[in-house]
């Protein structure tokens, strides 16, 4: 499956691609939220372009637990303007992290070439229209109040993300622009997430490509008994572990390193990459 996305040529079975985390927010869980300051995220976007990364993530809000919304006013105050220097310095395509359809409009005003909804799209069923209108990417990830599931964690994780697909399909969104996401760490126990990952190869029956962001996330700090600034090598254990079970994208905040991992991984997993 190979699709076209921001310019730039996907081809999911080819290899693994790395997304570059940009939090422009005071109070991201993983302590990288530069809150305004957009001259600090443009720098730290094409830094980690120049590090590997072959995409970016913009993001406004924080999803932390606990984390206090914001308005959509103050959402597009700060992340429309790096969103636009992304897009013309970085040379990579440029994603935004929203589940809200006037920020998502704005961004991709902006040129952003991706929409990456937390919610996949139960909040704003508006935005598949957006992404088949606009020719954009669209990642549809896993996610629900609450920890309790009525059945099989993985059945009902995969029956979130296929519905989501279907609705995305019948906005117009070609399959292979549509990306799924566990949602790791998103309505699920630190027990969750780890069956999670241990089932990985599950989510492969979808047929889309998988992206997967477990950078810094407290199911490794609670294992480990680790803050989130010595999360680094447990992250980079559940980078490796979710390449060699099928993930094409790894969503993280420290891409030199996780690329080099990224690229012993592939070389083990999908044959015939070097």
Same mark, same amino acid.
């Given at each position: %499956?190979?699709?076209?996305?921001? @310019?730039?040529?996907? *081809? ?20 990288d939220g530069l809150g305004n300051d957009a001259d600090a995220a443009v720098? =730290? ?5 120049? =590090?590997?990364? !072959? ?7 924080? /999803?932390?637990? @606990? ?33 809200? =359809?006037? #920020? ?21 069923? +508006? ?16 996610? =629900? ?19 989501? #697909?279907?609705? +995305? ?10 990306? #799924? ?7 699920? /126990?630190?027990? $969750?997430?780890?069956?999670? %990952? ?9 047929? $889309? ?12 700090g609670k294992l480990l008994d680790l803050p989130v600034e010595d999360r ?15 993930? !094409? ?7 030199? $390193? ?7 991984? *592939?070389?083990? @997993? ?5």
């Amino acid at each position: %499956m190979i699709a076209e996305i921001g @310019g730039k040529r996907f *081809d999911w079975s080819s290899r693994t691609y790395v997304m570059g985390i940009v939090n422009v927010t005071p109070d991201s869980f993983s302590g990288d939220g530069l809150g305004n300051d957009a001259d600090a995220a443009v720098a =730290q976007g094409t830094r980690m372009v120049e =590090q590997g990364a !072959d995409l970016l993530d913009v993001g406004g809000e924080s /999803t932390r637990p @606990g984390h206090v919304p914001v308005s959509v006013a103050e959402e597009v105050s700060r992340t429309e303007a790096v969103v636009r220097s992304l897009v013309r310095e970085s040379g990579v395509p440029v994603s935004i992290d929203t589940y809200k =359809q006037e #920020v998502a409009e704005l961004a991709v005003a902006a040129g952003a070439t991706i929409l990456n909804d937390v919610w996949g799209l139960t909040r704003s069923a +508006a935005l598949a229209e957006l992404a088949a209108r606009e020719g954009c990417g669209l990642v549809l990830m896993h996610n =629900q109040d609450g920890t309790e599931y009525a059945r099989d964690l993985l059945e009902e994780v995969k029956a979130f993300l296929s519905g989501a #697909v279907a609705r +995305a399909r019948s906005a117009g969104v070609p399959a292979e622009r549509i990306i #799924v996401d566990p949602g790791i760490g998103f309505g699920k /126990t630190a027990d $969750q997430n780890w069956e999670v %990952m241990r089932r990985f190869e599950e989510l492969k029956g979808l047929g $889309q490509p998988i992206l997967v962001g477990t950078s810094r996330k407290s199911f490794i700090g609670k294992l480990l008994d680790l803050p989130v600034e010595d999360r680094l090598e447990g992250t980079m254990a559940t980078v490796v572990a979710s390449v060699l079970r099928g993930a !094409d994208i790894v969503r993280v905040h420290d891409v030199a $390193q996780m690329t080099r991992a990224v690229r012993v991984a *592939d070389r083990i @997993g999908r044959p015939g990459h070097a």
